[in-house]
């Protein structure tokens, strides 16, 4: 057990930042997996913007890795091109 009154607030705060990085996470993993397994190019359109700004503001926090947001952003995007849609960028 700490004893060190820094060590305690260290603690604290991990602790909740560790907590919202699980949210943060999770919730990125459920958008991707969602965006995989639609099959309508209309909301792969759509929400192709929204989950590629989500994974990188998760790798520029460091909560996912940047090589690993790389890869995620590229398989969407092989989705999105082999249903035929044009290319999209983030905003």
Known sequence: MANHIS???RIRSTETKRT???YQARTVRNAVKKLRETGDPELLVKGMPVVVSKIDKLAGKNVI???KAANLK???MRKANKAGLPPTTPA
Do not use: I, Q
């Open 65 to 67: 890795h940047k090589n």
């Open 7 to 9: 060590s305690k607030k």
């Open 20 to 22: 919202l990085n699980r």
């Open 74 to 76: 590229s398989k969407l």
